[in-house]
């Protein structure tokens, strides 16, 4: 009847009143039907948002081009009533429009009103960090709840479209970047991360901001976490590795890696650990002629080779379950083999402490064999990883892989072939490194047991460190000694601390970090640098060599190795690190206290 008043004068009423009185009956018979059909009856309206709006504009659409269909079949046979204006259809759309819209958002409206309570005194001020869908959801619960008494004054965003722009009435005004100087001008009082997919380093760089300041920061949880009901520390934010290295990691020279490897037979010994699984999966990727993963741990390298066979179904893959110090098994392995990566090591530094013997035996006469078995089966290429520990060792694990080392240049010298070592610090998330025990203890509400808040290390993650490994053999030509530079030592303290943060947690506040004491065998810093050598640049700019590493006379060195033999067969422990430290440069390993198996973790 709406359209018929606002179409027609007063006085033409009651000559379309049949008119007007059919359509009513028409429009009751199929509008609510069609509303229904629609689902505009079992919606809760407080919540409408465009989805509604384009619900209803389909519904009213529908409803009103059927309601104008009959109509105009009735007025084609001129039987029922004389006639009707055709403006009518167009004026009922936009009423019906009008009235089924509003009605509704007109409770939502009510709704919002209803929930935005006064504030519990003086309302806290937040800065919210992104201006995207998480941060717009917070800053419309903020606004909703006065249990929080917090007021959004606005957010930091890195997109340059959203600045001077608002969301819910909230500005963006500013960088992340401007952190420092919006916490100084908008007095905030607690900051609020809202960007589940923001990099470790822009994280980082808030929680450092609001520590300065003193200003809490808190991180909006994921949703799986809001879906759950609760936040807890068994559900934290998932931390890139890449986010605690604190520098931007090495880039590969692939070109020269393909020359090395694509057509290649290649082995991988300790396949099964972190860092030879990692080389097995680079290596595949460059189509080796074969690729033989070879290993102690049958279950280990199991699951290499099932990964390997699901990503690389036609590469000609072969697994090995051998011992390194069964020599005669070596000399029967590697037939054939063209290049070999030594990533076989005992190399827990608290366990090997106690175990001085095994060190020996694997890390030691280990190696001696994968050297001879290559030089006997004229293995082209030879990549000995080693660590930043066996520089000035200060522990049986260090001295046994510069002992290692030691073999392999000498067997680089005396057969002129491109066998080279690798040397590197420590690898972030490998397995029984510091991350996962971290990530455990965090996860289980803490402690992070941390042993002195000094301990420095240098890190590199598990595909820098087989970055380095493959370049390594690519560019060596024999006798070298490769080193990544890894920048600065980090803090273990910080990292950890990092680590807790980027789970999006505080440190102190969530979890507790304690002070447990330096074990037998380390030192507070490593290094990777002698001071009184030189280091000549690659063709890599990250990567080093050395050509003047220690190297014993190859009579010098046979005789040594046949000492700790007969040392180790009869069980001397103590003698055996006698040895170490009178044959090994800058060695200091007699004044490591004894180690406390309950200090391993």
């Given at each position: 009847m709406g359209s018929f008043a606002l179409r027609l004068d007063v006085a033409q009423l009651p000559f379309y009143f049949p008119a007007m009185l059919?359509?009513?009956?028409?429009?009751?018979?199929?509008?609510?039907?069609?509303?229904?059909?629609?689902?505009?009856?079992?919606?809760?309206?407080?919540?409408?948002?465009?989805?509604?709006?384009?619900?209803?504009?389909?519904?009213?659409?529908?409803?009103?081009?059927?309601?104008?269909?009959?109509?105009?079949?009735?007025?084609?046979?001129?039987?029922?009533?004389?006639?009707?204006?055709?403006?009518?259809?167009?004026?009922?759309?936009?009423?019906?429009?009008?009235?089924?819209?509003?009605?509704?958002?007109?409770?939502?409206?009510?709704?919002?009103?209803?929930?935005?309570?006064?504030?519990?005194?003086?309302?806290?001020?937040?800065?919210?960090?992104?201006?995207?869908?998480?941060?717009?959801?917070?800053?419309?619960?903020?606004?909703?709840?006065?249990?929080?008494?917090?007021?959004?004054?606005?957010?930091?965003?890195?997109?340059?479209?959203?600045?001077?722009?608002?969301?819910?009435?909230?500005?963006?005004?500013?960088?992340?970047?401007?952190?420092?100087?919006?916490?100084?001008?908008?007095?905030?009082?607690?900051?609020?991360?809202?960007?589940?997919?923001?990099?470790?380093?822009?994280?980082?760089?808030?929680?450092?901001?609001?520590?300065?300041?003193?200003?809490?920061?808190?991180?909006?949880?994921?949703?799986?976490?809001?879906?759950?009901?609760?936040?807890?520390?068994?559900?934290?934010?998932?931390?890139?590795?890449?986010?605690?290295?604190?520098?931007?990691?090495?880039?590969?020279?692939?070109?020269?890696?393909?020359?090395?490897?694509?057509?290649?037979?290649?082995?991988?010994?300790?396949?099964?650990?972190?860092?030879?699984?990692?080389?097995?999966?680079?290596?595949?990727?460059?189509?080796?002629?074969?690729?033989?993963?070879?290993?102690?741990?049958?279950?280990?390298?199991?699951?290499?080779?099932?990964?390997?066979?699901?990503?690389?179904?036609?590469?000609?893959?072969?697994?090995?379950?051998?011992?390194?110090?069964?020599?005669?098994?070596?000399?029967?392995?590697?037939?054939?083999?063209?290049?070999?990566?030594?990533?076989?090591?005992?190399?827990?530094?608290?366990?090997?402490?106690?175990?001085?013997?095994?060190?020996?035996?694997?890390?030691?006469?280990?190696?001696?064999?994968?050297?001879?078995?290559?030089?006997?089966?004229?293995?082209?290429?030879?990549?000995?990883?080693?660590?930043?520990?066996?520089?000035?060792?200060?522990?049986?694990?260090?001295?046994?892989?510069?002992?290692?080392?030691?073999?392999?240049?000498?067997?680089?010298?005396?057969?002129?072939?491109?066998?080279?070592?690798?040397?590197?610090?420590?690898?972030?998330?490998?397995?029984?490194?510091?991350?996962?025990?971290?990530?455990?203890?965090?996860?289980?509400?803490?402690p992070v047991k941390v042993t002195h808040p000094d301990m420095e290390r240098y890190f590199m993650t598990i595909p820098e460190a087989v970055h380095?490994?493959?370049?390594?053999?690519?560019?060596?030509?024999?006798?070298?000694?490769?080193?990544?530079?890894?920048?600065?030592?980090?803090?273990?303290?910080?990292?950890?601390?990092?680590?807790?943060?980027?789970?999006?947690?505080?440190?102190?506040?969530?979890?507790?970090?304690?002070?447990?004491?330096?074990?037998?065998?380390?030192?507070?810093?490593?290094?990777?640098?002698?001071?009184?050598?030189?280091?000549?640049?690659?063709?890599?700019?990250?990567?080093?060599?050395?050509?003047?590493?220690?190297?014993?006379?190859?009579?010098?060195?046979?005789?040594?190795?046949?000492?700790?033999?007969?040392?180790?067969?009869?069980?001397?422990?103590?003698?055996?690190?006698?040895?170490?430290?009178?044959?090994?440069?800058?060695?200091?390993?007699?004044?490591?206290?004894?180690?406390?198996?309950?200090?391993?973790?």
């Open positions: 059919v359509m009513c009956g028409v429009a009751l018979l199929i509008k609510t039907p069609t509303y229904f059909f629609f689902g505009l009856y079992r919606r809760i309206w407080v919540y409408a948002s465009t989805n509604e709006l384009r619900l209803i504009t389909a519904a009213v659409t529908t409803a009103s081009v059927l309601t104008s269909g009959v109509m105009l079949l009735l007025l084609s046979t001129k039987i029922v009533f004389p006639g009707m204006p055709r403006s009518a259809f167009g004026i009922d759309w936009l009423l019906s429009l009008v009235l089924i819209g509003g009605s509704r958002f007109a409770l939502r409206i009510l709704a919002e009103q209803s929930t935005t309570a006064p504030r519990n005194g003086k309302a806290r001020r937040a800065l919210i960090i992104g201006a995207g869908d998480a941060g717009a959801l917070v800053v419309r619960e903020l606004q909703k709840s006065s249990q929080l008494n917090l007021t959004p004054v606005g957010f930091l965003d890195d997109d340059r479209a959203k600045q001077r722009q608002e969301i819910y009435g909230v500005p963006v005004i500013g960088f992340v970047s401007d952190i420092a100087d919006v916490l100084d001008s908008q007095h905030v009082d607690e900051v609020i991360f809202a960007i589940p997919s923001a990099p470790g380093r822009v994280v980082r760089l808030v929680n450092d901001a609001c520590r300065l300041q003193g200003i809490p920061s808190r991180t909006m949880p994921g949703i799986y976490e809001l879906i759950g009901g609760k936040v807890s520390v068994s559900r934290l934010r998932e931390v890139d590795i890449s986010d605690l290295l604190r520098r931007e990691p090495t880039r590969l020279h692939e070109e020269m890696i393909g020359q090395a490897l694509t057509g290649k037979r290649v082995l991988v010994t300790g396949a099964g650990g972190s860092i030879g699984r990692e080389l097995s999966r680079q290596i595949a990727r460059w189509n080796p002629g074969e690729l033989v993963i070879l290993g102690h741990g049958e279950n280990s390298i199991f699951e290499t080779l099932l990964e390997l066979k699901e990503d690389y179904s036609s590469l000609a893959l072969t697994p090995i379950i051998a011992d390194v110090k069964d020599v005669e098994r070596l000399h029967s392995v590697f037939k054939n083999v063209q290049v070999i990566f030594h990533a076989a090591a005992h190399k827990h530094v608290p366990l090997m402490q106690a175990n001085v013997e095994e060190a020996i035996l694997n890390n030691v006469f280990g190696t001696r064999n994968v050297v001879e078995a290559a030089i006997e089966n004229n293995v082209e290429r030879l990549v000995l990883i080693s660590t930043d520990k066996a520089v000035r060792p200060a522990n049986v694990y260090g001295a046994t892989k510069r002992l290692a080392e030691m073999i392999v240049l000498d067997a680089a010298h005396r057969t002129k072939r491109a066998y080279s070592v690798v040397r590197f610090g420590n690898v972030l998330g490998s397995r029984g490194s510091v991350i996962p025990i971290f990530k455990h203890q965090i996860a289980n509400g803490g380095l490994v493959l370049q390594a053999a690519s560019m060596g030509q024999g006798g070298e000694a490769f080193l990544l530079d890894m920048g600065q030592q980090v803090r273990i303290l910080d990292l950890a601390e990092d680590l807790i943060r980027l789970s999006g947690l505080e440190p102190g506040r969530d979890i507790e970090i304690e002070f447990t004491g330096i074990r037998p065998g380390e030192k507070l810093r490593e290094e990777l640098w002698e001071p009184e050598k030189t280091y000549d640049k690659t063709a890599h700019p990250d990567i080093f060599c050395s050509e003047h590493e220690d190297v014993m006379a190859s009579d010098q060195l046979q005789t040594t190795l046949q000492r700790f033999e007969a040392l180790t067969s009869d069980g001397r422990a103590d003698e055996i690190i006698s040895l170490l430290d009178e044959v090994i440069p800058g060695a200091a390993i007699r004044e490591t206290p004894s180690p406390e198996i309950t200090s391993v973790v």
